[in-house]
DNA sequence: CGCCTATATGGAACCGGTTCCATTGGTCCA
DNA sequence: TGGACCAATGGAACCGGTTCCATATAGGCG
């Protein structure tokens, strides 16, 4: 069955194989009589054009290879639906590759490197060392990253440093002054993850404009699960002088943190003012005040800029920065008097 | 740059193209001292096969293609997740075509249908019409289903007639007689999902087996989000004669359950028991009585199937079904006596 | 020692497209 | 009417692997 090659159709049709190339890629240098013999052919022998076989002869591959780590967390499925909404329409297929550890990681940018491999690559959150980035760069590989920077690469960011600084601004417009933040682990990070610096430089930058000193006890680090960071923030709620808000650098962190202060009797939002980041789904239902960012757009945004780089030869690196949106709903409020 | 070629291999080791690619198939007929110097020459000139080439001569693409729905609800993430940890350790990639209308998933299905586009298929909770699965066959396209079910398909589904009578069961064990269900759409159900259907069945089993009469008020439909669901359950619970149990079709439904009844001043659970349905991660946090299924496993199981039917000539079709499990947790108590 | 067989190897043909060059046929202009 | 030029077309060569067949070499056995 099927394997009814271009051959066969040009026999039928009574032309050369370079004729019915020519009408399979709408090369307007065929005549229309021509062209509509060949087509006559193609619909009577049923005949669709093997993509493999086009790829090896064009040297393209017609994919593009997408790194990312972790999948599931919530913010990466939302890029990952921006991402799929512009090549679905695009003539190019997307392959997912996921990163759980460093060494999944550093394989796939080892294999990527192959030229005729992909025609594409978009990485996630991931930042390749500068030997990398060469690889890529000698084969060719058009390479876009979204939520990482890379000097050579162009890529798509949020813009976290305001982000964590607008979180934090909130909080002392508010009148807080004794401010914990409940980050990501900041040295522990083997993906080198950017936010989880800016987010904290963010955070005490608006500390120092509001001049409030740092106060080390009142910054923590967590994994981004709720258990621990409930763990961890109790351990800040119950510090001799416990902060009155808290900033936590996710919203899953930030329900460990209301869990938390459930769990001690301290009142959210009377007692303790409470705001996240991301703003999944479920910070509505509950009410979360937090940072908005626009994943479904960095997505898209990293998609198109691919596929524009993949048809230009040799494009200069551009930085596209997505902004922040407070999102104002019932865990803060101001400072009550003393 | 690139494009060292078998043949340079050839010419460099001093031996045919027929040898190199025996060295690199690992076919025993080769001498280890010609084997040596193969080998010696790849490393020299580094080359590194082209897979495109490769897929060619070979007449596959190993590729599969995963056809999934809405792959951002919570469900889907998961089930992805366990397809990925079997696929990264194959040799095959996947490409993820994201459904999200009845065209798009018509469209695919189409293109699917060529022998050459890829190796193998997986569909996710849709179901293909006989014709569609016919033409998969003609053109020797392995196909699995996970989450639905076609005769001539292998198919892997979870227990959802059970899951939906356990979650019933355990609503009327505590007591409950007046069980309400609010499921997703079961007529304008454009995909035709399964597990509507199924888990509505078990609804209808256990009270039959119970002897309570089914109440067509205590049934009622609504999309898969939250605020419908509030919306719908609110109807049902300003019933005259309301429910004291209700089981929502998913968590995310329950969610909505929850807050109808807390905005109508209705206590969960002195005064309404409430029980959901996949055990997403939010809903310990919340305790949420739910149904969990093996989401994951039940991705693991899909992409092994696919693997072996890709191996084998003519497999018959296989089932596996995977169980649910009840996770008691603080929305459901037993009845209050009147 | 010579013949036969098994093993190792070279390389042409092939997979199914695209591309480029040569050729044909026709049009236009002097 | 003849020459120049252009548009349309045929088909060989190519992309980079795999496979199969023919051939060379080595080893075994009488």
């Known amino acids: 069955m099927a394997s009814v090659t271009i051959r066969d159709v040009a026999k039928k049709a009574g032309v050369g194989v370079g004729t019915v190339s020519r009408v399979l890629n709408r090369n307007p240098a065929v005549r229309e009589a021509t062209r509509r013999k060949v087509l006559a052919a193609i619909e009577e022998l049923e005949f669709t054009p093997s993509p493999i076989a086009r790829r090896l002869s064009l040297g393209k591959t017609m994919t593009v290879a997408v790194i990312a780590p972790f999948f599931v967390r919530p913010s990466y499925v939302e890029r990952l639906r921006g991402l799929d909404t512009v090549f679905a329409e695009s003539e190019y297929d997307f392959i997912l590759y996921n990163v759980e550890t460093t060494s999944r990681r550093d394989r796939y940018f080892r294999e990527m490197a192959r030229s005729d491999r992909v025609d594409g690559l978009l990485i996630m959150s991931l930042v390749p060392t500068d030997n ?100 961890v923030a109790k351990e800040m709620l119950t510090l001799p002088d416990p902060p009155t808000a808290i900033f936590a650098y ?82 803060t409020v101001p400072l009550a008097a003393p």
Do not use: C, W
Request: glycine share 8%; no cysteine; hydrophobic share 35%.
């Open 250 to 331: 996710s919203d899953t962190q930030a329900f460990g943190v209301l869990r938390a202060a459930e769990e001690l009797g301290i009142g959210v939002p009377e007692d303790l003012s409470v705001i996240g980041y991301d703003d999944i789904e479920i910070s509505e239902y509950l009410h979360l005040t937090t940072i908005r960012q626009q994943l479904f757009q960095s997505g898209v945004e990293g998609a198109k800029l691919l596929l524009e780089e993949i048809d230009i030869q040799h494009p200069e690196p551009r930085e596209i920065v997505l902004p922040t949106e407070l999102i104002l709903r019932k865990t």
């Open 132 to 231: 990398t980035v060469e690889s890529f760069m000698n084969a060719g590989i058009p390479t876009v990253l979204v939520d990482a920077v890379h000097p050579r690469l162009s890529h798509i960011i949020i813009d976290d440093q305001k982000g964590g600084y607008k979180a934090t601004k909130h909080l002392i417009d508010l009148g807080h002054r004794k401010i914990g933040y409940l980050s990501d682990h900041m040295y522990e990070n083997p993906f080198n993850f950017q936010p989880v610096i800016d987010r904290y430089k963010g955070y005490r930058q608006a500390l120092t404009e509001a001049g409030i000193p740092f106060h080390p006890e009142y910054h923590r680090q967590s994994e981004l699960s709720r258990r621990i960071a409930k763990k």
